[in-house]
């Protein structure tokens, strides 16, 4: 005979599956979904056997805190998005500043290995590394406490707000991000643009152009590198403080 707390788990197991795939889209894709689904579903149990009835809350909603706080549990177990990624972009952000504000155009990949001291090989090396960069990083825009601290950014992953992007692109900030992307080059625009508008994953997306889906990865990154630089450039280096809150990298 199946017990209560089973029957929960039974019952509520497709919606880990849910969670974490929702949680998986803000995420580098080096974070396993399995290893998300895993730790979900230990939040799970756990909801399961801490629940108590008539305490006036539902057992869905309930199980959804839960399942969300185990899984963000498991990325700061695994130091998500760790600080060597971000020193890595930033070399590559401050090569492709450097070569672009002197020559006015696109650097090419040949040019920011050069600038690196890599071989181009090696500098593609870098960027599957660096695949985790997103635009603008959460752990530089989070909420400051009084005490000079910021709010973990992760906190902020799980949350059911809008895109948080959404609540940026306006006035000045939208205008310089356009025209970031117009002088990007084609393929780079043409990647972001079947990343973010048509939803494709770097499978289908390297399907379309005829690349695998590690190029297909490393040109997504070195499109928002070159991003980030241009918006260095333009004295975009932090957003306004009151859109931090709900920023999510």
Known sequence: MTSPTEALIQEHAPLVRRLALKLATKLPASVELDDLIQSGMIGLLDAARKFQK???AQ?????????????LDELRRQDWLPRSVRQRSKQIESAIHAIEKESGRSASDQEIAEHLGVKTEAFHSMLEEAQGIQLVHSEDLSPRFEDGGRADPLDTVASDEPNPLENLLCGEFKRCLVHAIENLPEREKLVLHLSYEQDLNFN?????????????????????????AALSDMH???MPEESAASLMS
């Open 236 to 238: 975009w280096t932090a």
């Open 54 to 56: 008539g305490k006036g």
């Open 204 to 228: 289908e997306i390297g399907e379309v152009l005829n690349l695998t889906r590690g190029r297909v990865s490393q040109l997504r990154t070195q499109a928002i590198t070159r991003l980030r």
């Open 59 to 71: 057992f869905t909603s309930y199980a959804i805190t839960r399942i969300n706080g185990a899984m």
